[in-house]
């Protein structure tokens, strides 16, 4: 049975019609978003309800997100945060971070957040280094190839309980290619190696599809010990 596109973007319209009502602020910051050239690959909306809804249930006050682009993911974390809450969420384009600024100050939220412009390679020790962690939850999204890399200094910005979740993990089932010769590919399946070699955190993937296409999550929870 092949399920088209089509009738993935129809449940997620539906979804959303019941669920995820419309925000005029999560609007136009997609809007600003496209209208300043980035690329339409944010979270979908019942995605980012989702990001919510985890860091809610982890009563977060301190969220790290690697990969920014326009901030749409940003604003729904940084929502679930108490006032006194604080996200940092890391982007190496100087233009998509400007834009993700304007984003999340139009949505409120500049009190509580803090966009860092760098390759988050580089941003990442700097945090580690200000004792700037550790965070309840962590959202990797950014590019492919340096996803084991980010699981490691998130593991280092950890405590026993911390979230982290990673996005597009599954890629249309290319995941599966161990021969693929995409470097996307080729980093999650690092990634996925990588959580499994991590005694520090247990993990699994949920598949996922919806308007985005055929993809997925990978969420793993930082144990004690
Ligand atoms: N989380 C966003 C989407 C992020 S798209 C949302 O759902 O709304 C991936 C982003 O990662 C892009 O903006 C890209 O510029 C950024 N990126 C790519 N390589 C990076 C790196 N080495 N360090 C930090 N950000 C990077
Ligand atoms: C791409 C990156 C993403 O984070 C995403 O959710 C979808 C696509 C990309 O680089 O193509
Ligand atoms: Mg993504």
């Not at 690329?39 to 977060?60: F, M, N, R, T, Y």
């Not at 690092?190 to 999550?217: L, W």
């Amino acid at each position: 049975m092949t399920v088209p596109q089509q009738q993935w973007t129809a449940v997620d319209d539906y979804v959303d019609s019941v669920l995820v009502p419309a925000d005029p602020t999560l609007d136009a910051a997609l809007q600003a978003s496209a209208d300043a050239g980035l690329p339409d690959i944010s979270v979908s909306p019942a995605q980012g309800k989702l990001l919510h809804l985890l860091a809610l249930g982890q009563g977060a006050r301190r969220i790290l997100e690697i990969g920014t682009l326009g901030g749409y993911s940003a604003i729904w974390l940084a929502r679930a945060l108490p006032s006194d809450g604080r996200l940092i969420t890391l982007e190496a384009d100087p233009g998509h971070a400007d834009v993700a600024r304007a984003n999340l100050a139009n949505a409120g939220l500049a009190g509580v957040s803090e966009v860092r412009t760098g390759p988050a390679l580089d941003t990442l020790p700097l945090l580690h280094a200000a004792g700037d962690g550790p965070f309840d939850l962590i959202f990797i999204d950014a590019d492919k190839p340096g996803y084991p890399d980010y699981l490691a200094w998130s593991v280092r910005l950890s405590r026993p309980g911390t979230m982290i979740i990673a996005d597009n993990v599954v890629r249309d089932g290319g995941v599966i290619d161990a021969a693929s010769k995409l470097p996307g590919v080729q980093g999650v399946r690092r990634f996925m190696e990588a959580m499994a070699a991590e005694p520090r955190v247990s993990a699994t993937v949920v598949q996922t599809v919806g308007r985005k296409g055929y993809d997925g999550f990978a969420l793993a929870v930082v144990l004690a010990g």
